[in-house]
C-alpha cells in the first residue's frame, strides 16, 4: 500500500470521524454504543500501523485515542444519561489491557517530530486513563496540553474543549471566561451555540438575567426553528425564576 502524506492524512481523518460518531450517536440518541463500528475503525487503524508507508506517528497516536476511549465501554454499557460521563464511570471496569495497548502506542507515537490531534485526544485520554477518578485527575496538565496544541493549532474547536477542561479544573466561572475569550478571539458564522453555553452556565450558577441576557442573544443568532424553540423555553424559563426572586424580595421587605 502506497500512500502520499495527504492522502493517509484524509484517511486518517475518515477513521477518526466515523470512530466519534459511534460514541456522538449513542451520546445523542441516548442509545448504546455501536461496538462494532469501533471495532472496524481501530482494525483499520491498526492495519495502517503495520504497514511501514502508513506506521507515522499520527497513525499511531490516533490508535492510541481509539483503544484508551474504546477502554471505558464497558463502563457505559447498560447506563443512560448523566451516568454515562466521565466522572461518573465506575473505572474499575475499564478495559485494562486497551488501556496499556493505547499507553504503549502513545509512546510509540512521541518518537517522530510531528505532534497531532491526535496526540493531543490520545495524552488527554490517557490521563484520564491514568487517574483513580476523576478528582485526582490531572487537569492542569490537561489544560497545558490544549495550551500546547493551540499555540500551533488555533481552532475553535480545540478550544472549546478547553474551555470545558477548564470547567472541571476552575469552575463554571473559569469556563465563563474562557468561552467569552473564544467570542472575542475568533470569527464565526453563527455563535448562538457559544452563547447558549454562557447561558447554561450563568443558569447553573443561578445568575438568570446574564442567563436571560445569553439565551437572548443566541435565539436572536439561531436560523431553525428547532433551536428558536429550545431558547424560547429557556428564556421562559429565566423569566420565571426572575419573577420568582422577585416575589420572593418583596415578600421579605414587609
Same mark, same amino acid.
Given at each position: 500500500?502506497?500512500?502520499?502524506?495527504?492522502?493517509?492524512?484524509?484517511?486518517?481523518?475518515?477513521?477518526?470521524?466515523?470512530?466519534?460518531?459511534?460514541?456522538?450517536?449513542?451520546?445523542?440518541?441516548?442509545?448504546?454504543?455501536?461496538?462494532?463500528?469501533?471495532?472496524?475503525?481501530?482494525?483499520?487503524?491498526?492495519?495502517?500501523?503495520?504497514?511501514?508507508?502508513?506506521?507515522?506517528?499520527?497513525?499511531?497516536?490516533?490508535?492510541?485515542?481509539?483503544? +484508551?476511549?474504546? =477502554?471505558?465501554?464497558?463502563?457505559?454499557?447498560?447506563?443512560?444519561?448523566?451516568?454515562?460521563?466521565?466522572?461518573?464511570?465506575?473505572?474499575?471496569?475499564?478495559?485494562?489491557?486497551? #488501556?496499556?495497548?493505547?499507553?504503549?502506542?502513545?509512546?510509540?507515537?512521541?518518537?517522530?517530530?510531528?505532534?497531532?490531534?491526535?496526540?493531543?485526544?490520545?495524552?488527554?485520554?490517557?490521563?484520564?486513563?491514568?487517574? /483513580?477518578?476523576?478528582?485526582?485527575?490531572?487537569?492542569?496538565?490537561?489544560?497545558?496540553?490544549?495550551?500546547?496544541?493551540?499555540?500551533?493549532?488555533?481552532?475553535?474547536?480545540?478550544? +472549546?474543549?478547553?474551555?470545558?477542561?477548564?470547567? =472541571?479544573?476552575?469552575?463554571?466561572?473559569?469556563?465563563?471566561?474562557?468561552?467569552?475569550?473564544?467570542?472575542?478571539?475568533?470569527?464565526?458564522?453563527?455563535?448562538?451555540?457559544?452563547?447558549? /453555553?454562557?447561558?447554561?452556565?450563568?443558569?447553573?450558577?443561578?445568575?438568570?438575567?446574564?442567563?436571560?441576557?445569553?439565551?437572548? #442573544?443566541?435565539?436572536?443568532?439561531?436560523?431553525?426553528?428547532?433551536?428558536?424553540?429550545?431558547?424560547? /423555553?429557556?428564556?421562559?424559563?429565566?423569566?420565571?425564576?426572575?419573577?420568582?426572586?422577585?416575589?420572593?424580595?418583596?415578600?421579605?421587605?414587609?
Amino acid at each position: 500500500m502506497n500512500e502520499g502524506s495527504e492522502a493517509l492524512t484524509c484517511r486518517l481523518k475518515k477513521l477518526y470521524t466515523a470512530f466519534n460518531q459511534a460514541f456522538q450517536a449513542a451520546e445523542e440518541q441516548d442509545c448504546e454504543i455501536d461496538t462494532q463500528l469501533c471495532s472496524e475503525a481501530i482494525e483499520e487503524t491498526r492495519s495502517l500501523c503495520t504497514d511501514p508507508l502508513t506506521n507515522k506517528p499520527e497513525t499511531l497516536a490516533l490508535l492510541s485515542y481509539m483503544l +484508551l476511549k474504546t =477502554s471505558k465501554i464497558p463502563a457505559i454499557l447498560g447506563v443512560i444519561g448523566k451516568k454515562r460521563e466521565l466522572k461518573y464511570q465506575d473505572r474499575s471496569l475499564w478495559d485494562k489491557a486497551l #488501556i496499556e495497548e493505547g499507553l504503549e502506542h502513545l509512546n510509540k507515537s512521541a518518537e517522530g517530530n510531528t505532534v497531532s490531534v491526535y496526540h493531543l485526544k490520545a495524552a488527554v485520554s490517557a490521563c484520564h486513563s491514568l487517574a /483513580k477518578d476523576s478528582k485526582s485527575t490531572d487537569w492542569k496538565h490537561i489544560v497545558s496540553l490544549y495550551d500546547r496544541y493551540l499555540s500551533f493549532n488555533n481552532s475553535v474547536e480545540i478550544a +472549546l474543549e478547553r474551555a470545558e477542561v477548564i470547567s =472541571s479544573y476552575k469552575g463554571a466561572r473559569a469556563e465563563i471566561k474562557a468561552i467569552e475569550e473564544i467570542i472575542g478571539n475568533y470569527t464565526l458564522n453563527s455563535k448562538h451555540h457559544l452563547y447558549e /453555553k454562557l447561558g447554561n452556565l450563568h443558569s447553573r450558577l443561578h445568575e438568570y438575567k446574564d442567563a436571560l441576557k445569553y439565551f437572548e #442573544i443566541a435565539s436572536r443568532q439561531a436560523q431553525s426553528k428547532t433551536d428558536k424553540s429550545k431558547f424560547k /423555553k429557556k428564556i421562559q424559563y429565566c423569566k420565571m425564576r426572575l419573577d420568582y426572586k422577585k416575589k420572593y424580595t418583596l415578600e421579605l421587605s414587609f
